[in-house]
């Protein structure tokens, strides 16, 4: 990875977000999405995001598409913060940086055509010199993802929930984007549709050399389709590391609960599961100590009174752990 180039770098993110008391007497809260989130994106590379609910994966994906502005660090897009680009920079920034979401239909408009829906991002950018070659490279991009000039004319609520993603991928294809931030594009989709919607990634990807973040808490998808793998708990990254070598040596003890859930291949495979006992700590408030402590069994008094940083246990594997060398 070392050899590859740097398109994005996210360093030291912070995002807070306000919880308004309902009593004036009473102070606001705040409540911690995001604590000290800093990694590399590489060209071309598939970078994965796992976390369980809550733990600020999805508030990460939408800062790096500028839908939430960041309390406080930087995210450089090319060598550049995204957030003091103005004018033609800043909209060119937008075309490349492109986001798919979770719910397939919530993302259509469903008074809007598929034609339209894709049709309208190259109108947003200024692509096509008229409405006949946006119309054009509309049809282009629906056939790249599978579907052809009948699925056109059709509305969100006649497509199968695979058909609307593959109308949302056209739509984020179509303005050639670099980036492509995939925000659990396929859980809400049937097992066997999966399939075919991860396959089309890998297909995509490798045609037009793009580069994801994939946003998943499925285990097994993310095994597949990433080469490197960040893992997330509670706003903070706790490990980070190649695809294959995180899952065959897992060396945070939240990690390692984690990929011991994962269902054997064999059924005569024995594999011991790692347990975490008790509740996921409130992201609101003052953060001290391990965000994992409350239920890790190695804590000590020194993870509950001290934050591990993310640190190189050697070969780029970045762990945040006291008891990780």
């Known amino acids: ?51 369980e609910s809550g733990c600020g994966k999805s508030t990460l994906g939408r800062c790096l598409v500028q839908l939430h502005k960041p309390t406080s660090g930087t995210i450089l897009y090319q060598g550049k913060d995204l957030w003091s680009l103005k004018g033609q920079e800043q909209k060119q920034a937008r075309r490349n940086i492109q986001m798919i979401f979770q719910d397939p239909y919530s993302s259509l408009d469903p ?113 597949y389709i990433s080469d490197r793998i960040i893992i997330m708990y509670l706003g903070r990254i706790v490990e980070m590391y190649t695809s294959h070598g995180l899952y065959s040596n897992p060396l945070h003890p939240y990690t390692q609960a984690l990929l011991s859930a994962i269902p054997p291949e064999s059924p005569f495979e024995r594999r011991e599961r790692v347990l975490l006992e008790g509740d996921i700590p409130s992201p609101i408030g003052d953060q001290v100590g391990c965000p994992l402590a409350g239920r890790c069994p190695k804590c000590t008094e020194k993870c509950k009174k001290e934050t591990p940083e993310l640190k190189d246990t050697g070969d780029g594997h970045l762990v945040a752990c006291f008891f990780v060398s």
């Open 1 to 51: 990875m070392e050899s590859k180039r740097v398109i994005m770098k996210v360093e030291n993110l912070h995002k807070d977000f306000v919880i308004h008391s309902k009593k004036l007497t009473e102070p606001n809260k705040m409540l911690h999405a995001l604590s000290n989130v800093s990694f590399e994106i590489y060209e071309g590379e598939t970078l994965g995001v796992i976390g």
């Open 111 to 223: 008074k809007k055509t598929a034609s339209y829906s894709v049709e309208e991002a190259m109108k947003v950018h200024g692509i096509g010199e008229n409405n006949r070659e946006r119309h054009q490279r509309a049809l282009d991009s629906l056939q790249e993802v599978g579907l052809d000039i009948q699925h056109m004319e059709r509305y969100p609520h006649e497509f199968s929930g695979g058909q609307r993603q593959r109308v949302n991928i056209a739509r984020a294809l179509s303005i050639s984007p670099k980036l492509i931030v995939c925000d659990e594009p396929v859980s809400a989709l049937d097992v066997s549709i999966q399939a075919q919607v991860i396959n089309l990634f890998k297909k995509i990807q490798q045609e037009r050399k793009l580069t994801y973040v994939f946003i998943s808490h499925d285990l097994g998808i993310v095994k």
